[in-house]
């Protein structure tokens, strides 16, 4: 049986961190007093320094404008609810205002937001050089979730919001927000292209576009940050004494490593083509057509480097604790809430072959989630008797205050001892069938085991959804060789995205006649997980398969307004 790799985890380079959000004593010297109560939560830029320096690699130049600026919360927080009824009804934005116990909303415009990664064209951008000739101007999407940190010392200690704004192209419903005296990044990583700017000193002017100003009543006041593009190379000892500090500080998984200079990153994609990070969530796709031997290859070498900011769950949170012991006593199935799985469409859905291991073969790939709709998490626990092979698992349940009031077997929990896998798995999770324009079965991926991690944040808007879950990751969710027990969760608004790319778990389309064909995946297959409702576990994907063997097609149509293959 195929699995993921522990490997599998997307590397993305921190959006902005601590060092960003220590704002100078200037800076909160500005922000406006918090005594003078206003209407509505006050929203203002800012800058955290004068000026920053910039890296460009001559190996692999681009500059990200990560120019530290902030938009700032005060009197209240910034709050945003974003959703869409179906996928067949556009995306809508709410400002949740909160005042005491009071809470009052204002819809957003119609048609303002497109998607679930932020508030478009939202920070304006102009670059001029030393002469003040203007070289560069460029807008920004914000997303209020981004990198963040507080601006006064009573603020709260930690912000409710969640650290993400969603790329899943299924994405039901999202939560953004600016917690109260507190600021986030206008910059937003490597979901934001880089832009090629020669070594030398520039002025970067920043400011927030006017329908967003007038949208928050935010003040015009643009910052202005002195900016130094140094060039870097990972040639010679000064390139990689570069690497070391500088270079690496983009990225967790580079960190003092010798110089190997970081390419700029393709567009973000949750997709399931030729990838070095197959798994989970979104992830940076690899140069096309490379051997699986190379792929796999690059996988066991990956840099897996997850750190604050990091956007769509691929943050790294500690797994939950199992109990002490397995359950005793009878085992029941008490009439308290229960979690509530269902399935996303396919997407990422593209052809690839078995390149050298498994030569002359059509495939097709594709990424699924299945999520957790609510209003009770799903929490799994496996016990391993000593020397045997499998775990017992047990799904527990629990009443409005969090004790658990019951429990029952549910299957197995299994060892994948494979180099670059080596964790446990749920079985009888999730099943991905292709089926025939007819929706009979036409091919069965042979993946079924998963180790649980709330990789997407899917619809936060539900009820009970954690806007803050553990189990985030798979090297922190799913248990080692040694372990006597696991716990595996998947909590209420987020689901588990896993990549179909490899042989045995993509679909093996080479004997296929072309035509009209289905995705299907069908959550809890085997019903053998206690749910609120089994009839919304399946959903189906079209798709059309065309060309000849060795050079096959495929494609996606639309799914409802969801244009995303």
Known sequence: MMTRSLLSRPW???IAVAAAIAVTAGVVAAAPDAKKAQPTPKLSLIAASNSVTLDSWKESPGVYLDLGTYVTAENGPLELKVTRKSYKDPVVATQIIRAGKKVRTKALPKGLVKDFSGLPNFAEITITDAAGKKVLTKSEAFCPNNASGRVRPDA???????QSCPVNPFTLGSVWGVENGWASNTYSGHYSAPVLLPAGKYTAKVSVAKRYRDLFDIADKPQRVKVTVRELSDEGPAGRSAAGSSHGSHGAGHSGHAA?????????TSGAGPSYNVGHGPHTPAPPALPWALKKAGFRSAQVGDGPGQTD??????????????PTGRATVPDVPKPDLRSLPAYGIQISDGGADVPGKDYLAFSANVWNAGPAKLVVDGFRSPGKKLMDAYQYFYDANGKQVGYTPTGTMEWDPR???????????ASYRLLKADQKEAVRSGKEAFCLAN???VDYTVKNANWDPANTDLSTACGQEKSISVREVLDVGSGDTYSQDLPGQSFDITNLPNGTYYIQVLANPEKR????NLSNNSALRKVVLGGRPGARTVTVPAHGLVNAN
């Open 260 to 268: 190997t200079p970081m390419p700029a990153p393709a567009p973000a």
């Open 12 to 14: 993305r380079p921190a």
């Open 313 to 326: 769950g691929s943050r790294k949170a500690p797994a939950a604790a199992p109990n002490a012991q397995r």
């Open 529 to 532: 997980l206690k749910e609120t």
């Open 156 to 162: 709260p200690a930690k912000s409710k919001y969640p």
């Open 419 to 429: 180099p670059g896998h080596e964790h446990w798995h749920f079985t009888d999770f």
């Open 455 to 457: 990789t997407d944040a």
